[in-house]
């Protein structure tokens, strides 16, 4: 286990608008806004054609192949994630959502792109005093968050 402490800071209040994708404008936003790290929890709707990773094709295997999925169908949304910067200070995101319609639910992150279906609240509670980043290690090939 690897551990570090942060306090917190603002707190901001978004809505995200139809057809935004999740990441990048939380990722401008932070950017924007001088947010370094945070937290954030998301509500809201997925359109369709939106992609989630839902993991590794092979459990432990090397290299690691992620697997997607495309919604099909506009979905219900909820999700939390963390916000780091990179090795370059850039802010990323780190999101996992569930996304449901009638009675299935797939849950994945974010990161190959989550279209909003009209609206998608976020809380993003900002971390200060943090040295916190992700780096990229290469043993997984993943730029994995160093406390």
């Given at each position: 286990m690897k551990f570090s402490q942060a306090?917190?800071?603002?707190?901001?209040?978004?809505?995200?608008?139809?057809?935004?994708?999740?990441?990048?404008?939380?990722?401008?936003?932070?950017q924007t806004h001088s947010?370094?790290?945070?937290?954030?929890?998301?509500?809201?709707?997925a359109d369709t054609d939106s992609t989630l990773v839902v993991g590794p094709k092979a459990g432990?295997?090397?290299?690691?192949?992620?697997?997607?999925?495309?919604?099909?169908?506009?979905?219900?949304?909820t999700?939390?994630?963390?916000l780091f910067p990179n090795e370059k200070g850039e802010p990323v995101?780190?999101?996992h959502v569930a996304c449901?319609?009638?009675k299935a639910t797939v849950t994945g992150c974010?990161?190959?792109?989550v279209r909003v279906w009209h609206v998608l609240e976020v809380i993003l509670v900002e971390?200060?005093?943090?040295?916190?980043?992700?780096?990229?290690?290469p043993d997984s090939g993943f730029e994995l968050l160093r406390p």
């Open positions: 306090k917190q800071g603002r707190t901001f209040i978004i809505r995200l608008e139809d057809g935004d994708i999740i990441h990048r404008e939380i990722e401008k936003f932070a947010v370094r790290a945070g937290f954030l929890v998301v509500l809201g709707g432990r295997s090397k290299p690691i192949v992620p697997m997607k999925h495309l919604l099909d169908n506009v979905h219900e949304v999700g939390t994630g963390t995101l780190h999101m449901g319609r009638k974010v990161r190959e792109g971390l200060l005093d943090t040295s916190a980043v992700r780096a990229f290690e």
